[in-house]
């Protein structure tokens, strides 16, 4: 689904979903506002089961805002906000929580630095930060190891989470997201802080799950063209809590769509499956 943007059609295109039971996330006309200001405007989006999405936009631009009403951390001030077949304000979001996989700075935040690794991992599954709480099944054990291998971090399993570098950290807490075996996965900023090596590293291992055809449906946050792992599918570009356009990425990623969102002439350059953007110099 998704619509996609033409050249002359590229303000605020609306999605139109045809079949609404496929919808992992389905927002009609959502707004938020908080001390006076409107965070999102007019936010119409769909997510079906097997898209992978990127929301790019410039600094304040909403994106955080939106990934978090999609893991029902926040309620919209106006419109509605279906997630997995739910409606937000008419559900316990206690329930619908753990059926999403959410990895954000906060979440990071949240990790006691002296948690070993593998519990990080496995204790998603419990809902709780910190191993002292519970006992885990061998099988839960088994899962951890198994994402912690995925994700190119499985040598790490004993170690203290404190004790990893920026861009472990991010693949620790990926594998943590998908302990629950979520419907919806959503990814605020993985790489940020990252260095090339590490972003390079990442975009590969979002790569591979992009193309994973029983991973869930998944949203990632960014700023940069450049972090956009190949295979993911669709794209939303956002700017002042508006979306500037949305669809199918190989048809709303243009330089024109870019300019828009980001409010200066860029160039939007393809090598093979990745995208540079810079700055028109005038030629
Ligand atoms: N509680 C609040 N009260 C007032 N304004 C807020 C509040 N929370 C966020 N904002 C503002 O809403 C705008 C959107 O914030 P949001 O964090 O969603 O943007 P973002 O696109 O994720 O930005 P960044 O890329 O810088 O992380 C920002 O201008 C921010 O200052």
Not at 234 to 250: F, I, N, R, S, T
């Amino acid at each position: 689904m998704g619509v996609a943007a033409g050249a002359d059609d590229r303000m605020r295109h609306v999605a139109e979903p045809t079949d609404f039971d496929d919808l992992v996330v389905h927002m009609t006309d959502v707004g938020v506002r908080r001390g006076g200001n409107k965070l999102l405007t007019g936010v119409n989006w769909g997510v079906e089961l097997d898209e992978r999405w990127v929301i790019l936009g410039g600094n304040g631009a909403g994106k955080t805002t939106l990934l978090r009403m999609a893991a029902a951390e926040l309620h919209p001030s106006n419109g509605t906000v279906q997630l997995l077949g739910e409606t937000l304000g008419r559900v316990d979001v206690f329930e619908l929580r753990p059926r999403i996989g959410f990895c954000s700075a906060a979440t990071a935040a949240r990790v006691p630095p002296d948690e070993k690794v593998l519990d990080v991992v496995v204790s998603a599954g419990y809902a709780v930060m910190g191993r002292w709480r519970e006992e885990y099944e061998s099988l839960d054990t088994g899962r951890g190891h198994e994402l912690l291998a995925a994700l190119g971090v499985g040598q790490f399993a004993d170690r203290l989470f404190g004790t990893l570098s920026e861009g472990e950290r991010k693949r620790v807490l990926i594998a943590r997201a998908l302990m629950t075996d979520p419907e919806l996965l959503l990814l605020d900023e993985p790489a940020a802080g990252l260095d090339l090596g590490g972003r390079e590293d990442l975009v590969a291992r979002l790569t591979e799950l992009a193309m994973d055809p029983d991973a869930p449906a998944t949203v990632l946050v960014t700023h940069h063209v450049e972090e956009i792992p190949p295979g993911f599918t669709h794209l939303m570009l956002l700017k002042g809590g508006e979306v500037v356009a949305q669809g199918l990425l190989e048809d709303v990623l243009t330089s024109e769509n870019l300019s828009a969102t980001f409010g200066q002439q860029l160039v939007l350059e393809r090598s093979g499956d990745r995208y540079f953007a810079r700055r028109a110099t005038g030629e």
